[in-house]
Structure formats: C-alpha cells, structure tokens
C-alpha cells in the first residue's frame, strides 16, 4: 500500500533502516530521558519543575528565542532578497558570511560578543550611554541566539525567493499593482512556508543554544539563567534526575511548538498549491 | 488605441536586441510580430508594455508621449508565454487581482467585482473554474484564465508573448481561431508575438517580420507570403527552392539574374525538360499523406528540392520513387540579381 512501483529498488530496506537508525540515535536517548524522569515521583517532578528559577529560566529561553526567531525572519529575509535579486561586487563573500554562524565553534562567538557588548566593548559602550545594557542581559541573549539563528532563516528563503517566475512580478504590474501591492499580494504569500521554516529552524536551533549564550548571559538565576544552562548546573550538582526533569519539559514545550509551526506550514503551503 | 514605435534601440550588454526600430499600428488592428528567437520581437513587446526601457526612441499611444509612465499606469493587458497566473490565488481571485490592487477611489465595490469576474469567465467560456487552481487547470485553459485576467483591467492595448507557445498543436490549433474571433469580437488593439509563420498568416491582419533587431516587412499575409522584400522574409514564411540562373536574358539596367527563389508548389515536374532552367533530378522521397503530395528531389550536383502538388497532378504523372524527372520553375518567388 505504501509502496509505488519505482525504477529505484530497495524501499523495505530503506525503510527499514530509516527507523532502526531514527531509533538508536533519536528515540533511545531521548527515551531514556523520560525513564530517568519517572525514576521520580511526579509530586518531586512539579517541585523542581514549578520552581520560580526553573519557570524564570523556561520563560526567558522561550521568550529570547522567540524574539530572535522573529527579528531573524525579517532580517534573514532580506539578506536573503538581497543575495538573490541582486549582483553586485563582493557579492560571493557576504554569500559565504551569512554562513558563518553556522561554522564558528559557540564558545568562540560567545567570547567575541560578550567582549563586544560588554560596558566597556566597542559597540556596548555606545549603548551603554543610552543607558542600555546589553551584555549579561536579555538583550544579550537575544543577540547572541540572533547571531547563532541567522543562516538558518537566509538559507531557507532564499532559494524559494530564486525559484519566484520573473514574470509574476511582471504580470503584476502590468494589471497596475504597485511595488507595494506586488510584494504583499504576490512575494509575500510564495514565502510564507519558507518564512516559516526558517523560523522554526532559527527557534529550535536558538531554543537548544548554550555555549554562544553563557558568556554574554551572566547567569544571574532567576534573570539571566537561560533552561539549558539550569540543566547544565543541576547536573554539576549531581542532580540527575531534577535535569532531566527540566529537560523533559523542554522537550515537551519545544515538541508542541514544532508541531505547532509544522501544522502552520502544512497549512500555508497548502494554500499555495504545494501540498 | 493606437501605438507609434520610433527609432528604439536596445542592448543587452554587448548584444543589439532592437536596432532602430518604428513600428505604427492602428486603432483595432491585429498584429503579429513574426521572426525567429533573438530577433527581438518579445523585446519590443515588453518595451510597449512598459516591462523594459528602451535605450533611446519614442513610444505613443494614441498620439501621447508613453516613455514616462511606469507598466502599471499603461493600461496594457499582457499575456504571457508560461501564463504567470498567481499560483496561491484561485481563478476568480487571478482575475479579480487588477481590479483589487486599484486604487480605492476606483476600486469597484465587490459585488461589482464578482459581476466582472463572472462575465469575464463567460466570455473565455470557463464559467466552472472560478474556485480551481491554476494548478488544477489544462495549459489550454490557463492562458484564458490569463487572458481573461488581463482584459479584467479594460485594456485599449493587448500584448501577448507567444501565447500559444507552450500548448500542443491541437489545442493551438483551437485557441488560434479562437483568439481570432474573439479579437473581432472586441476590437482591441492587439500585438502578438510569434515565431510560427502559420499561425501569424491564418491569425493576423498585419504581419511584421523581424530579424536581428530590425524590421524586414511589415504587410498583410498575402503580401509577406507573395510580395518578399527580402531573402530572409521568403525563406521564413514557407519552404523555398533555389534555382542558380543559366539564362542569358538580361534584366532591365543590365543586371543579370543569379538566384531564383522558388516554392515548392511553384515547379512543373515533367518527363523531358522544358527551358533552359529546367533542372534533372531523381525523386528521393514521396508523401502521400494528406491533402497534398510533397516530395524530395537531388539534382545530380547534389541540391535539395521540395516539390508540392496535388494528389492528382500526381497521379496523372505516374510517378514512383527514383523516378529520374525534370523541374521547372512556374513562378519565381524571388530573384537575386548580381550587378
């Protein structure tokens, strides 16, 4: 029934090591994360869980990836316009920044914008006359899990953006739209899926995110202290089981939220002819 | 409305597009610009519409100065080859786009859009497709959805870019007299672009020819077909056979004839030579399959010939494959003299 004849043989053995290896790198870690958490009892389970630093850190991992997902789709994008309607000198090199994030080990983006944020940094000191603090903050946060989230969000748009027909811009216009109306009514319903792919990413990766964000964060608990690295203090504490209970939270809100944008896309996509 | 085209050029980079082009095409009229890829016939058009900027000459309509007015301030309907119809919007939405998008003091009101939609759709005679995707719908029955939406915008010009194009013969066939009638139907201005000689001839009241950025001919069918101005228009609008001239007879101011253009139903096939410009050939290949017969002919130095005739000239002359026979010129298309 799921099987279409096709010129390509081995779809029971694709299949089957599609699951086998699903399985021992993605379901038997991350069950183990729920056997290690019923080892509690579901009263101690709400202790932890409930705890006002706890439900601070869910609140600012959530809410900072959040931000960051979304200034990354407006940005994203049109970097992502940009490199794909225009040409223009050194246009190979901004190509290959915008993969930079992708690249560069955490902790070395992590030290660099801390020291650049920082009250006394280069761009830190600037703000800091505003009176905006930005290192050991939200806002730093925020921007490290910008920093980090970016590639994903340009990577995704861009060749659906290359992909657009010319011509529709064109058949537009000559029914009187203007850029406006071309960008809103044409460009913008074509990229939603995309958009929101590139969201999701962005989020998911930004959501998981440790080494870039503790340097900039100052972990004050209960402020800064951002879910992964709770996790990370428990588990110095030898606190096991109270990680992982942490952790299978995360893992729940993170596997709503995916499913969420999932059914988003699905919708989306759906409206313009894909699915 | 009218259009008056004088003395464009275009380049793309190194490449020429338009060379000095001037065009006029009157209030109604039905034209087609007819020539092979590259000779910048889909380039003129997108020019008219406003879709590219020439690099110096005149555009009016109707007598008006068009150069600074943007595409969406032409009022132009423009079809399109792969029909650019909005994939996430349904028919009725494609075609209620140009309506939407005016400005709101404009703007009918909703009702009077669905009025229009539905009228439009009457008149492409898809009245059931209204809530379909373009996606759902035939290559025959997108491009009139795409006409119909670019006639939405009530345009006094009409442009279209190979609009059959990318549809299989038949339905070609079909929506070629189609558009014929509808055009007489409405009036408009109309400006197709095409590079097959059959469809611009059976269509068009105008046919302009184009090659190499430049216009060749502008005239009716039958003056293109029958009066060439140049080698090039005679060789685009239908087979030709080459006759290098022996005659002596000299023409008027002392030139002397060196080439004649023939077409292939222009030739006498006859058992024994006729002139001195008969030439021996053997028949390489008959087509008996339809209204007429074509056949292949190689005269002894290795030209080509293609002769048509009727079904029952070829009968009357008991002819076979390999038939060693003789072909005369009836008529000369075209004849070029050397000096």
Redesign the interface.
């Known amino acids: 029934m799921f099987k279409h004849k096709s010129t390509l043989p081995g779809f029971r053995i694709s299949l089957g090591y599609t699951i086998f290896y699903l399985g021992l790198i993605v379901l038997i870690p991350l069950s183990m994360l729920f056997i290690k958490t019923s080892s509690m009892g579901l009263k101690e389970i709400w202790m932890v869980v409930s705890h006002p630093r706890t439900l601070a850190a869910y609140r600012l991992s959530f809410t900072a990836s959040f931000i960051a997902g979304l200034v990354n789709v407006v940005f994203g994008f049109l970097i992502a316009w940009v490199l794909s309607r225009y040409s223009f000198p050194g246009k190979k090199l901004i190509d290959a920044m915008v993969d930079f994030p992708f690249a560069l080990p955490t902790a070395v983006t992590g030290i660099a914008l801390t020291s650049l944020y920082s009250q006394n940094g280069w761009v830190g000191q600037y703000l800091y006359q505003f009176g905006i603090q930005s290192a050991y903050n939200p806002l730093g946060i925020t921007i490290a899990l910008i920093f980090i989230g970016l590639p994903f969000v340009v990577r995704t748009v861009e060749p659906v953006l290359q992909e657009l027909?010319p011509?529709?811009e064109?058949?537009?216009?000559?029914?009187?739209?203007?850029r406006w109306?071309i960008f809103i009514?044409?460009f913008f319903?074509?990229l939603i899926p995309a958009l929101i792919t590139g969201f999701t990413l962005a989020f998911a990766r930004a959501i998981g995110e440790y080494g870039s964000v503790i340097f900039i964060a100052g972990n004050i608990p209960g402020k800064t202290e951002i879910a992964p690295l709770l996790i990370m203090t428990k588990l110095e504490q030898f606190d096991y089981t109270g990680a992982t209970a942490i952790a299978v939270v995360m893992l729940l809100i993170s596997f709503a939220l995916l499913a969420l944008t999932n059914f988003l896309q699905w919708v989306s996509s759906k409206?313009?002819?894909m699915g | 409305m009218s259009i008056e085209v004088k003395a464009i050029d275009k380049t793309f980079g190194t490449f020429k597009a338009l060379d000095q082009v001037s065009l006029k095409v009157a209030t109604g009229e039905l034209v087609a610009l007819l020539g092979p890829s590259g000779s910048g016939k889909t380039t003129l058009l997108r020019i008219i519409a406003g879709l590219e900027t020439a690099d110096c000459g005149e555009i009016f309509f109707h007598g008006d100065d068009a150069r600074g007015k943007m595409t969406k301030d032409r009022n132009v309907g423009f079809v399109f080859q792969h029909y650019a119809l909005f994939r996430h919007m349904t028919v009725f939405e494609n075609i209620a786009f140009g309506l939407r998008v005016k400005p709101k003091a404009l703007r009918p009101s909703e009702k009077q859009i669905k009025e229009k939609v539905h009228e439009l759709l009457k008149l492409v005679q898809l009245e059931w497709v209204a809530s379909r995707f373009p996606s759902q719908l035939s290559g025959g029955q997108r491009q009139r959805i795409a006409l119909a939406r670019a006639l939405a915008i009530e345009p006094k010009i009409l442009l279209l870019d190979e609009p059959f194009g990318s549809l299989d013969a038949q339905v070609r066939k079909e929506l070629r007299q189609w558009l014929r009638r509808f055009h007489d139907h409405l009036h408009i201005t109309t400006l197709f672009v095409t590079h097959d000689q059959e469809e611009a001839l059976e269509v068009a009241d105008k046919i302009v020819v184009m090659n190499k950025g430049k216009i060749e001919q502008v005239g009716s069918p039958e003056d293109v077909y029958h009066n060439p101005a140049s080698v090039f228009v005679l060789n685009f609008l239908g087979n030709v056979n080459i006759f290098h001239a022996r005659s002596s007879a000299e023409h008027k101011s002392g030139e002397k004839p060196a080439k004649m253009y023939v077409r292939p139903h222009q030739l006498i096939v006859s058992r024994s030579p006729l002139s001195e410009n008969s030439v021996k050939v053997v028949l390489t290949f008959v087509n008996l399959a339809g209204s007429i017969v074509k056949i292949d002919a190689q005269s002894q130095k290795g030209e080509i010939f293609q002769v048509e005739m009727s079904q029952e000239e070829y009968r009357a002359l008991k002819l076979t494959k390999s038939d060693e026979v003789f072909l005369t010129p009836k008529n000369i298309a075209f004849s070029e003299y050397e000096i």
Not at chain 1, 170 to 178: Q, R
């Open positions: 027909d011509e529709l064109d058949a537009a216009a000559s029914l009187g739209a203007d109306q009514k044409i319903p074509n409206r313009i002819g």
